[in-house]
């Protein structure tokens, strides 16, 4: 059985394909801007209505998030990076931490389809919990899903995410409206995982 | 979930203000483009003006206003720019703004799938019951498209404009959430 | 048009930064009070500190998202509490905070009376689609007028609030648009 609980040299920004990294200001802009253009992606990533933006943008956008977790001490930021050729494949947010509670949320965004179905998300997940639960000593950690993401869903399901709140009919898009699903983990439950949550996924 | 920005002949894509303000102080060196959709004197920005007017205009993003450039398919050639803007969040109203530049972008179905992508957004995104816009008497190709679009006609500011020594009605239409839905479910 | 703001018990308002100042620095003194109405640690801000968080609220102008009124009680005309009212502009969904600062004016409806004025601004002014509130499950209190104006239970965050070495469950409540119309025709 894998320890969740590693030691102190164990790398929390390392994962078996996909690794955890700062923001590139040369590079990252453009490649985001072109996610933002895909509303399908954006959509499933977002509640908010998706807003094409260009590297200029996004480049502010990067700015205000840097200075944001500078001031507010409660956000933490990362993009996912593919291992073999350090190209950007998605970003991994952790926001409103509780530090009193012990409580986030956190989202996960893989950029382009042809990145998807490959496991990363489960590899940025793994990562981004053992981050959560053993390096800012969060007590649970809770995300919101759409509805009509099965995807995110199915994902939280897997690392043993319990469906904790159903917001009915909480957002309105392609002419109807939607629930919208928070699912939390807590701790202790963290740590129980079989080894079924491993790198292989 | 449908990539709603997309269409077959065009995209809605980012609004730059540096690229738009740029083409857009070049469309304007033809006065027809500037007169179909602008009530004050046709009018030449240079590229710096324009641009900076754009920067201006989109500084702050949000939730009322939604700046969008039309991109074509598949070459990506910049040739329009459309604006949506909430004036009523109780009735969630908005008005539309749009522009087709180059005359040679003219009459080839661009302004028809600009606006229903644009409608799609606002009607399954930014989930508004009504959209809104004005257009001018001496516009029919622009009347046309709306009509063909769904928006209906509900009344006009009569003589409020003034050019070539007459004076023109200003045509207001608007469409509903469910009209326009029922036209494209 | 009937006077959305007025109450049988209360009446909502907006006071005068200078003034609400004045109430909510006595108000944050009682820490029962504090708990009851926020998950976040307590904080002891002067009054003129709150003042200028008020001020710059005013200068940052109106903004269709926040309506953050202060419940006064109709006997007397004191300032009680606070509602606010945050509405999400694209999901037309609104969230709703409550709090009675003044002891005297707990658990004899006055909370209830705001709450239903409270849910009829949202849904009758502000085109709401539903209105959501959490609450912790220490405070049965604020539970049960919840329920009595129509809340329904949607879920349970295990464990989120961690006071006095104990962790306890927060609530999280909705309403929807025709839950609402029904029972305010009853």
Redesign the interface.
Known sequence: MEKLMSDIATQLFEGQDIRFGPIDYDKDPEIEAKWTHDAGFMRLYDVEPARPMSAAMVKKQYEKLEKRIEEEKNLHHFMIRAKADDRLIGKALIARIEWANGNCTFRIGIGSAEDRRKGYGAQALKMLLRFAFAELNMFRVYADAQEYNEGALALLRKFGFVEEIRRRQALERDGRRWDLITCGLLKDEWLNQASGQSDAS | ??????GRLV??????P??VGKSFSTWTRDSEYWRLMDAGAAFMPSAKDAVKHFEKEVEE?N?DS?F?AVRTIPEDNLIGEMVLE?VN??G?DAFVGLSIGGRDNWDKGYGTEMVNLLLR?A?????LRRVTLTVFEYNPRAIRVYEKVGFRHEGRERKSLNREGRRWDMVFMGIL?EEW?ELNQ | MKDLFRGQLVRLTMEEPEFLAKHQARWQRDSEFHRLASSRPAEMFSAKKIQQRGDELVENDFKPERYPFSIRALDGDRPIGFLNLWLNLIHSEVWLGIGIGERAFWGKGYGTDALKLGLQYAFMELGAQRVSLGVSEYNPRALRAYEKVGFRLEGRTRRDALREGKRYDSLWMGILREEWIQTSEV
Request: aromatic share 20%; charged share 30%; hydrophobic share 55%.
């Open positions: 979930m449908k990539d709603i920005l997309t995209r809605l894509a980012a609004f730059d540096e690229e993003l939730a939604y969008f909430v969040w109780t969630r957004f009607f399954t995104e930014v989930n959430r839905l």
